[in-house]
């Protein structure tokens, strides 16, 4: 059993929708009528998934009330919306919906789309987690490990990295791997010389892996590197 939120500005669809979603074996935790109090719903009760419908009450529509819900919460948004116009489309694709059902929908449309966005969610919630584990795990790692994806550009540095570049990972982030990692002359093998954000000099020894997909696509790669101690 899942748990939804509705959000719809009239009030005698608002609890037909709640009929329908109870009748097919869901609870409804809350109704809101307006982004504001869907938002305040949503961080206070945080529902499983979010029924929304894209036309409310005030001057945020749904459009702008999920993409906060999604941001902050996480929280899976299904789009509610008499319109399926090319315009009305393309908002709602903008801000990565979980689906959307145009009015009127039938119960059996309403019960796949809740199914699929209840899975959906507890994909990206598990993936989430096994990125924050990682990220975790490689916080405490001494070597420094910079993470770039196919076309070269830096997503991840963890501390020792950032301490041996001078760069944080924010800065870092979406920058070309060869402007983070600096190495000076031509050398492109370990041992090499590090030039830091700063400009400064740094004995390193480094290693570079590939990250290949499937079919060996490649996805990215992975640096690790140590400063080297003088003999």
Known sequence: MAGLLIVEDEAIVALDLASQVQAIGHQVI?????????IRLACQKLPDVVLMDVVIKG??????????????????????????????????????PFGYLTKPF?????????QLAVYKGQIDANLR??????????????DGVIASDEFGQVHFLNPAAERLTGWSSAEA?????????RLAGAAQQSPATLLTKAGEPVA???????IL???????????????????
Not at 80 to 92: G, K, N, P
Not at 173 to 181: A, F, I, Q, S, T
């Open 106 to 114: 039938l119960a059996r449309e309403l019960k796949s789309t809740i």
């Open 213 to 231: 997909g499937g079919r060996g696509h490649p996805l990215g790669e992975i640096v690790t590197m140590r400063e080297r101690r003088q003999s």
């Open 129 to 142: 987690e096994s990125q924050h584990w990682l990220m975790s795990a490689l916080a405490s790692v001494a």
């Open 30 to 38: 809350g109704i809101a009528d307006n982004a504001t109090d869907a």
């Open 173 to 181: 982030e979406g920058r070309l791997l060869r402007d983070v990692m």
């Open 204 to 210: 390193i020894e480094w290693t570079s892996k590939a």
């Open 59 to 96: 001057d945020v529509d749904g459009v702008e009330a999920a993409r906060v819900i999604q941001r902050d919460l996480q929280v899976p948004v299904i789009f509610l919306t008499a319109y399926s116009d090319t315009r009305t489309v393309d908002r709602l694709t903008q801000i990565g």
